[in-house]
T-cell receptor
Framework: SQKIEQNSEALNIQEGKTATLTCNYTNYSPAYLQWYRQDPGRGPVFLLLIRENEKEKRKERLKVTFDTTLKQSLFHITASQPADSATYLCAPVQRDNFNKFYFGSGTKLNVKP | DGGITQSPKYLFRKEGQNVTLSCEQNLNHDAMYWYRQDPGQGLRLIYYSQIVNDFQKGDIAEGYSVSREKKESFPLTVTSAQKNPTAFYLC??????????????FGPGTRLTVL
């Protein structure tokens, strides 16, 4: 069965450092992969999308990589700030069913001042 | 302002009661989704709809029902058959263009508690 794995342990880093979050998937052939941010008690908010033929995507302080051989996506936040503290979810989207979304359980990021 | 609204924000239900959670969007999106989130857990797909008058079960549809009579509305009913309904419920929509890699827009959620 399809499985999406994100580190369930919280990631604690110091302000100004780079945070790196991992999303691994199995039994999937995603055409693209999305990353979302979720704050406590709120709905997720879309951040970035990367397609299977793209190795890397950047948006301001955010960078996403996608390695279809390793079946892994990495999400980086450079120069992290306390306001970046949230839970980050990944969602690989299967190539033969763009309408059915599955999300990883998310990794909580804590950025300490 | 365009977006997704969910109501109510908090809902309390007695055991054995059915309750309906509202989800409305004015984004003109074709696809709509319902997810359940338990504390410290990820999102689990309950139902999704790609077009009016059509919907499909997700992974945890048992004890839930939906309807999609209008493009902008996708209400979720939590029936008494759902044994453990206390959770945070999220509705989402996306443009849904065939083959397009468009993102989901989420509502603010409804927190359901069974008393």
């Amino acid at each position: 069965s399809q499985k999406i794995e994100q580190n369930s342990e919280a990631l604690n880093i110091q302000e100004g450092k780079t945070a790196t979050l991992t999303c691994n998937y199995t039994n999937y052939s995603p055409a693209y992969l999305q990353w979302y941010r979720q704050d406590p008690g709120r709905g997720p908010v879309f951040l970035l999308l990367i397609r299977e033929n793209e190795k890397e995507k950047r948006k301001e302080r955010l960078k996403v990589t996608f390695d279809t051989t390793l079946k892994q996506s990495l999400f980086h936040i450079t120069a992290s700030q306390p306001a970046d503290s949230a839970t980050y979810l990944c969602a690989p989207v299967q190539r033969d069913n763009f309408n059915k979304f599955y999300f990883g359980s998310g990794t909580k990021l804590n950025v300490k001042p | 302002d365009g977006g997704i609204t969910q109501s109510p924000k908090y809902l309390f239900r007695k055991e054995g009661q059915n309750v309906t959670l509202s989800c409305e969007q004015n984004l003109n999106h074709d696809a709509m989704y319902w997810y359940r989130q338990d504390p410290g857990q990820g999102l689990r797909l309950i139902y999704y709809s790609q077009i009016v008058n059509d919907f499909q079960k997700g992974d945890i549809a048992e004890g839930y029902s939906v309807s999609r009579e209008k493009k902008e509305s996708f209400p979720l009913t939590v029936t008494s058959a759902q044994k453990n309904p206390t959770a945070f419920y999220l509705c989402a929509s996306r443009l849904g263009t065939s083959g397009a890699a468009d993102e989901q827009f989420f509502g603010p959620g409804t927190r359901l508690t069974v008393l």
